[in-house]
């Protein structure tokens, strides 16, 4: 009888997380025409031209990370880079209405040779991305964060943390060609998981953050605005 309830158990906790299935890619939208921020010193990340999005992969209350390097990404800055905004493009349309937040985290060794998220060097506070217009679109999801500086050549990870489902309605996820293993990353209850290796993602996830060189280590005050831009034609 013991071991019957100990599997009962370990059933009901095995089934609080959702089961991923990956669903063929989309590209039914207009190619978006993604604008760095030009005050920016430099860019990191992945802001090429979307192949496509997924449609269904969204659940919500989940988190989606990308390693940088501001050195490899041809930043200038002598001295040091801290991250100033983290951005994600998102295939979304008139009825979104969710709250995100962004990180920075450290970057480890996962052991088999691959960089993977680690703990939390800054978050920012949260906003709500709602009052969209412009129809079935990609859109660029920009949130300021008071990071750290950190030297030129220190791999980290940025992250963007969904809060909640928005309210069930479509968030797609888009991806640049080709895939990349130790790349783009998922925690939605299991942890994070490469997208790639772990799903069969064809494509890595849009993730960049905009950087300012900086010498010592900035303030912690939160930022008090974002930015949510219409990327179609």
Same mark, same amino acid.
């Given at each position: 009888?013991?071991?019957?309830?100990?599997?009962?158990?370990?059933?009901?906790?095995?089934?609080?997380?959702?089961?991923?299935?990956?669903?063929?890619?989309?590209?039914?939208?207009?190619?978006?025409?993604?604008?760095?921020?030009?005050?920016?010193?430099?860019?990191?990340?992945?802001?090429?031209?979307?192949?496509?999005?997924?449609?269904?992969?969204? =659940?919500? *209350?989940? #988190?989606? $990370? @990308? &390693? +940088?390097? /501001?050195?490899?990404?041809?930043? %200038?800055?002598?001295?040091?880079?801290?991250?100033?905004?983290?951005?994600?493009?998102?295939?979304?349309?008139?009825?979104?209405?969710?709250?995100?937040?962004?990180?920075?985290?450290?970057?480890?060794?996962?052991?088999?040779?691959?960089?993977?998220?680690?703990?939390?060097?800054?978050?920012?506070?949260?906003?709500?991305?709602?009052?969209?217009?412009?129809? =079935?679109? *990609?859109? #660029?999801? $920009? @949130? &300021? +964060?008071? /990071?750290?500086?950190?030297?030129? %050549?220190?791999?980290?990870?940025?992250?963007?943390?969904?809060?909640?489902?928005?309210?069930?309605?479509?968030?797609?996820?888009?991806?640049?060609?080709?895939?990349?293993?130790?790349?783009?990353?998922?925690?939605?209850?299991?942890?994070?998981?490469?997208?790639?290796?772990?799903?069969?993602?064809?494509?890595?996830?849009?993730?960049?953050?905009?950087?300012?060189?900086?010498?010592?280590?900035?303030?912690?005050?939160?930022?008090?605005?974002?930015?949510?831009?219409?990327?179609?034609?």
């Amino acid at each position: 009888m013991r071991k019957l309830l100990f599997i009962m158990v370990l059933m009901l906790v095995a089934g609080t997380v959702t089961a991923r299935e990956i669903t063929p890619l989309k590209t039914d939208l207009p190619l978006p025409v993604i604008q760095n921020d030009a005050s920016a010193a430099c860019v990191a990340g992945n802001n090429g031209t979307p192949a496509g999005y997924y449609g269904s992969w969204f =659940l919500g *209350y989940e #988190d989606y $990370a @990308i &390693p +940088i390097n /501001a050195g490899d990404s041809g930043c %200038n800055c002598g001295e040091g880079v801290t991250v100033t905004a983290i951005h994600m493009l998102l295939a979304l349309d008139d009825l979104a209405n969710f709250s995100v937040a962004v990180a920075v985290l450290d970057a480890e060794t996962d052991g088999a040779g691959c960089l993977s998220p680690g703990v939390e060097i800054a978050v920012s506070p949260a906003y709500t991305v709602t009052g969209l217009t412009g129809g =079935l679109a *990609y859109y #660029d999801i $920009a @949130i &300021p +964060i008071t /990071a750290p500086c950190a030297t030129v %050549n220190d791999a980290q990870f940025i992250a963007m943390y969904f809060l909640d489902d928005n309210n069930g309605q479509f968030c797609g996820i888009p991806v640049t060609d080709p895939p990349n293993a130790c790349f783009g990353y998922n925690d939605y209850g299991n942890g994070y998981e490469d997208l790639v290796v772990d799903y069969g993602f064809q494509g890595d996830i849009m993730i960049w953050a905009d950087m300012e060189c900086c010498a010592e280590p900035v303030s912690t005050e939160s930022s008090t605005f974002g930015n949510v831009k219409s990327l179609f034609r």
